[in-house]
């Protein structure tokens, strides 16, 4: 299967179709570690030696995610330290992820008990990851069944799978029996058959929401992990109004609704500001959008790059058109060239417009003007999605309050829903998602609680 270039089509690479042969035996050992009782320290040493692999080969890393996704190089840099830091935490966590000794006499029946509460694998692992992040988002399914002993294979998107190959070439290299990690490129047919096979017991999938809920309705009896999609909100409050202040907002949310061409689940797709600052921001969102460097995605001077490819430019295209024939004002942008599309900034957009209640994936970002922040958050939390929000306020109490009622996965207060620390614990609700990525909040999905009681101790 040949990888073509989105921005220029070129040929960068090919990798192999897995044939059933291959994938039953990919299965097979998998399968086959199911009760391995690996060592923490030789996990934790895999994990610290993968990372290490990363770091020194960054360059090289770097250069496969701009070739394959057209990310610009600085974002693939960033990509790549980003991998480093996953499977780093992933070492630290395999060397303390242990259990709890509980003393149970504190009823009478329990004098003379202990109970140990443990976590064990719930088995070997299906990891299905899409194309916006090529590397980092194989790291975060891989590095968190390495460090608590569970078997895993990735099927990368059919797009970007060179990333994955390069990441398995350094895991081949560790003293992981072999079965511990596989990448399958393999047909839609036989991803469904993966699916469904038992044993695969956990599916941990990030991608578009109509195959994230197909798969786990096609499998109710398997613990099924989304990491799905977004639309991603900023507040912009009212008390947030300082010509710093308001540089910073508009700087961030020119840049992350922007980069990686707007394909990232946590993108600023929608902007609520106070009426008083809009227009003031609004200025300062679309001089700082206009200042982005666009093109190829080589050249370290570019911060846009190109879609995945040139049906996504198209559908961004259709979706803006749409807005616009609906009333939408474009401040700047809306033009598209082949796979690219120009960062875009859009007002006066109703709020049922597909750029505004589902998720655009592409550089296009809504500012609208609120009267309050009890409008603003009532704007956020009137979506199907509820991934992450960004709230710039100075308000210790609004913060707090933005954490108990806005209906997301994570609250980022001083900036973009766009951070993510791999640490964290990190998903979403309603549409966006079960279950929580970040190292130790997957350590802990891909795990069950186990209990020994000691009897006459």
């Known amino acids: 299967m040949l990888v073509r270039s989105p921005y220029d089509g070129r040929v960068v690479g090919e990798v192999a179709l897995a044939d059933d042969e291959e994938v039953e035996r990919a299965v097979s050992a998998a399968h086959a570690l199911r009760r391995a009782a690996i060592p923490a320290h030789v996990l934790a040493g895999a994990l610290r030696q993968i990372s290490d692999e990363i770091a020194a080969r960054a360059d090289e890393a770097a250069a496969i995610l701009t070739a394959e996704s057209g990310k610009p190089v600085q974002w693939a840099k960033a990509e790549v330290a980003r991998a480093v830091s996953t499977f780093g935490w992933a070492a630290q966590e395999a060397r303390t992820f242990s259990g709890e000794l509980q003393r149970l006499d504190t009823d009478p029946g329990g004098v003379g008990r202990l109970a140990i509460a443990r976590r064990a694998p719930l088995g070997p692992i299906l990891g299905i990851t899409p194309f916006?992040?090529?590397?980092?988002?194989?790291?975060?399914?891989?590095?968190?069944?390495?460090?608590?002993?569970?078997?895993?294979?990735?099927?990368?998107?059919?797009?970007?799978?060179?990333?994955?190959?390069?990441?398995?070439?350094?895991?081949?290299?560790?003293?992981?029996?072999?079965g511990m990690f596989a990448v399958l490129n393999v047909s839609n047919e036989q991803t469904i058959a993966l699916v469904q096979d038992p044993r695969l017991p956990v599916v941990s999938f990030t991608g578009s929401v109509p195959v994230g809920w197909s798969i786990r309705d096609s499998a109710p009896r398997k613990k099924v992990i989304l990491e799905l999609g977004g639309n991603g909100a900023a507040v912009v409050?009212?008390?947030?109004?300082?010509?710093?202040?308001?540089?910073?907002?508009a700087s961030r949310i020119a840049t992350f609704s922007n980069y990686q061409a707007g394909q990232s689940c946590i993108s600023v797709q929608r902007v609520y500001v106070d009426r008083s600052?809009?227009?003031d921001l609004l200025q300062r969102i679309v001089a700082k959008t206009e200042a982005l460097g666009t093109g190829d995605p080589a050249d370290a001077a570019t911060q846009v790059g190109p879609l995945?490819?040139?049906?996504?430019?198209?559908?961004v295209e259709a979706w803006v058109e749409e807005a616009k024939a609906d009333g939408?004002?474009?401040?700047?942008?809306?033009?598209?060239?082949?796979?690219?599309?120009?960062?875009?900034?859009?007002?006066?957009?109703?709020?049922?417009?597909?750029?505004?209640?589902?998720?655009v994936f592409g550089p296009v970002v809504s500012v609208f003007a609120v009267d309050s922040t009890d409008e603003a958050f009532a704007k956020v939390n009137d979506s199907r999605f509820g991934l992450q929000t960004g709230v710039f306020t100075h308000?210790?109490?609004l913060a707090f309050r933005a954490g108990r009622e806005l209906e997301v996965g994570g609250v980022i207060v001083g900036d973009v829903p766009s951070y993510r620390a791999d640490q964290m614990p990190y998903g979403g609700v309603k549409d966006s998602g079960v279950g929580r990525e970040g190292v130790r909040s997957?350590?802990?999905?891909?795990?069950?609680?186990?209990?020994?009681?000691?009897?006459?101790?």
Request: hydrophobic share 45%.
């Open 328 to 359: 939408a004002r474009v401040a700047t942008g809306g033009v598209r060239s082949g796979t690219s599309y120009a960062p875009t900034v859009l007002t006066n957009v109703p709020d049922n417009a597909k750029v505004v209640a589902e998720e």
């Open 132 to 178: 916006n992040f090529p590397l980092n988002l194989v790291a975060h399914k891989v590095a968190p069944a390495l460090a608590v002993g569970a078997p895993i294979i990735v099927k990368p998107a059919p797009r970007t799978p060179l990333a994955a190959r390069f990441l398995a070439e350094i895991v081949a290299k560790t003293d992981l029996p072999d």
């Open 308 to 315: 995945i490819d040139e049906d996504s430019a198209k559908r």
């Open 237 to 249: 409050c009212a008390d947030w109004r300082s010509e710093a202040d308001l540089d910073w907002a």
């Open 442 to 457: 997957a350590m802990h999905d891909l795990t069950e609680e186990r209990v020994l009681v000691l009897t006459g101790v």
């Open 277 to 279: 600052l809009h227009d």
């Open 395 to 397: 308000d210790l109490q």
